[in-house]
């Protein structure tokens, strides 16, 4: 029992990265050792430049502020670089209370791979949230193309418990938002304004809805 406990953790923390469709979110539910109940979901997005930039600037604390800066981020370290490094966040849920937690880097994998554990202060939304980063195989767009593929993985029974509804929690809320910070990634590193200055607004309204 305490091996498929162990292996049922190690799994949450890794996560696995499935090429998809782009920009389609896939939302389900795991089978084998996850049949307890935990629940992810993927998207991608591909960037017209190579995953040493892309990288670059997804390790870039000033600038993944920049992408999430309805967040309020706040972090000791200019780079994020080693396992531990920390960025805050705060922000306003729709019923007036805030919320607040951590990024922690958990993982990362120079150019390839980097992963965070969000860590809330209070509540339930415990969860990893993985980056993968792939490259042409071959062909001469090889140095100037990165597909980013996503995945957020949690445990849901602590939602359960707390009577939250999953279906509007992943596919209405959680997804979308990824959407627009993934877009809002590819225009960055592509050398744009990660977006128009109403879409912080816009972000900030939808985080109000997390838990």
Same mark, same amino acid.
């Given at each position: 029992?305490?091996s498929?406990?162990v292996? !049922? =953790?190690a799994?949450l923390l890794?996560?696995?990265a499935?090429?998809?469709?782009?920009d *389609?979110? =896939?939302?389900?539910?795991?089978?084998g050792e996850?049949?307890a109940?935990a629940?992810s979901?993927?998207?991608?997005?591909?960037?017209a430049?190579?995953?040493?930039? *892309?990288f !670059?600037?997804? !390790?870039?604390?000033q600038? @993944?502020?920049?992408?999430?800066p309805h967040? +309020?981020?706040?972090s000791?370290?200019k %780079?994020a670089? +080693?396992p531990?490094?920390?960025?805050s966040?705060?922000?306003v849920r729709?019923d007036? !209370?805030?919320?607040?937690g951590?990024?922690?880097?958990?993982?990362?994998?120079?150019?390839n791979r =980097?992963?965070f554990? *969000?860590q809330?202060d %209070?509540g339930?939304w415990?969860?990893? %949230?993985?980056?993968?980063l792939?490259a042409?195989a071959?062909?001469p767009k090889?140095?100037?193309e990165?597909?980013v @593929?996503y995945?957020?993985?949690y445990n849901p029974?602590?939602l359960? +418990?707390?009577?939250?509804?999953?279906k509007? @929690? =992943?596919q209405?809320i959680?997804a979308p938002y990824m %959407?627009i910070?993934?877009r809002?990634?590819? +225009?960055?590193?592509?050398g744009?304004a990660?977006?128009?200055?109403k879409?912080?607004?816009?972000?900030?309204?939808?985080?109000?809805n997390?838990?």
């Amino acid at each position: 029992m305490r091996s498929a406990a162990v292996w !049922t =953790i190690a799994l949450l923390l890794s996560g696995s990265a499935t090429v998809l469709a782009a920009d *389609v979110p =896939i939302v389900h539910e795991e089978r084998g050792e996850f049949s307890a109940g935990a629940l992810s979901f993927e998207s991608r997005v591909d960037i017209a430049k190579d995953c040493k930039t *892309v990288f !670059t600037g997804m !390790t870039d604390v000033q600038r @993944i502020q920049a992408l999430i800066p309805h967040l +309020n981020g706040k972090s000791k370290v200019k %780079q994020a670089a +080693n396992p531990g490094d920390a960025m805050s966040y705060e922000f306003v849920r729709k019923d007036g !209370t805030k919320a607040t937690g951590r990024f922690i880097l958990t993982t990362v994998e120079e150019n390839n791979r =980097i992963q965070f554990l *969000v860590q809330p202060d %209070q509540g339930p939304w415990l969860r990893v %949230q993985e980056f993968r980063l792939y490259a042409p195989a071959a062909g001469p767009k090889k140095d100037s193309e990165c597909t980013v @593929i996503y995945e957020e993985t949690y445990n849901p029974k602590p939602l359960h +418990n707390a009577g939250y509804d999953l279906k509007e @929690i =992943i596919q209405d809320i959680r997804a979308p938002y990824m %959407q627009i910070i993934l877009r809002r990634l590819k +225009n960055a590193a592509e050398g744009r304004a990660p977006g128009p200055a109403k879409e912080a607004d816009e972000l900030k309204e939808i985080a109000k809805n997390f838990p």
